[in-house]
């Protein structure tokens, strides 16, 4: 679906100046959201900004997703402005500067790990020998390497989510949005994985995290805790906990309001 999307914005594509006109990656304000007569996000006020591993917190259904996709500029929006990139949302020059991994694979299965990034490196207009070469690196640091020529139907699971984060990564974009990206994968990946997000923060990048698993929010450099379509609080695992005097980040997020057992 993504990468529709990314064929028809980029048709009207016109030439833009990229700047960092604020220090904040994204802005969103009074951030409204109904599906038919159900808001599943209400009066969202969040400021990112560039550089941080920025985690959206809480249990499914709760809206990180929706919000997830309204930045990404996949979904309208009721009331509320969106910024990406000093730019206000939805803006046809942004798509290719964000990575968008969704919660579910968006991959083609009966095509190769390799044939599947050459297509999505095309969508960017990434030139060949520097789409090449990025595909290599990119699935070693995954290690997916040895798979690259592996149709995505024979890969498990976690191998799937993996090539969805390269796809992601491939264009080596200043924003990705990774909406429960290591689900599936096990914990000596998933390691790799957070390593890998760290280091691209120390490059420059800025990213969006939705999980609903305490220990991998508390890898971001800050936290949204949400419930019911609402930001109940926000800060980093330690502000967090030591604002109310909590052992623990779960404990936390119980105290401000995200219910016994979720999350």
Not at 25 to 31: E, R
Not at 92 to 99: M, T
Not at 157 to 172: D, N, P, T, V
Not at 181 to 194: A, K, S, Y
Request: proline letters at 3%; aromatic letters at 6%.
């Amino acid at each position: 679906m993504f990468a529709l999307f990314l064929n028809i914005w980029k048709s009207s594509r016109s030439d833009v100046e990229w700047t960092e006109t604020d220090k904040d990656c994204i802005v969103l304000t009074g951030i409204n959201k109904y599906f038919d007569d159900k808001q599943v996000l209400k009066d969202i006020n969040l400021r990112i900004p560039y550089g941080q591993i920025f985690g959206l917190l809480g249990p499914s259904g709760c809206g990180k997703t929706t919000l997830v996709r309204i930045i990404a500029g996949i979904l309208k929006l009721e009331a509320g402005e969106v910024s990406v990139l000093g730019h206000k949302m939805p803006q046809l020059e942004v798509l290719d500067k964000i990575g968008y991994m969704a919660q579910t694979d968006a991959l083609y299965m009966n095509l190769s790990g390799r044939e599947n990034l050459h297509f999505f490196g095309s969508l960017y207009s990434m030139k060949k020998e520097a789409l090449k070469a990025r595909i290599d690196a990119v699935m070693q640091r995954l290690s997916l390497y040895q798979d690259l020529d592996k149709e995505v139907q024979a890969y498990s699971g976690g191998m799937k989510r993996r090539l969805s984060l390269a796809a992601a990564i491939l264009h080596e974009p200043p924003l990705l949005l990774l909406d429960e990206p290591t689900v599936g994968i096990d914990p000596l990946l998933r390691q790799d994985i957070w390593r890998e997000l760290h280091d691209l923060a120390a490059l420059g990048a800025t990213m969006i995290v939705t999980t609903h698993v305490m220990d991998e929010a508390e890898k971001c450099d800050q936290i949204a805790l949400m419930r019911e379509g609402s930001i109940i609080a926000r800060g980093s695992s330690r502000e967090l906990q030591e604002r109310i005097g909590a052992r623990t980040l779960e404990e936390a997020f119980i105290h401000y309001g995200g219910g016994p057992n979720e999350g």
